[in-house]
């Protein structure tokens, strides 16, 4: 998917245990604030901006 706010896919790598593979993805860091962080710094959204935020993840 190519989109601004969805961070770019770099490379994986796979670790092997005895009990199973254990896959990772190793994607471009986005910087910016975390939704628990608006929400300590006092931000208290209305449900439409609950769900605007929703549709821009989706």
Do not use: C
């Amino acid at each position: 998917m190519h989109h601004p706010q969805i961070p770019k896919y770099l490379n994986y790598f796979y670790i092997d245990t005895e009990q199973d593979r254990w896959f990772y993805l190793i994607r471009e860091l986005l910087s910016g604030n975390s939704l628990a962080t608006w929400v300590e710094k006092g931000w208290h959204p209305t449900e439409a901006q609950v769900k605007q935020v929703g549709i821009q993840i989706l």
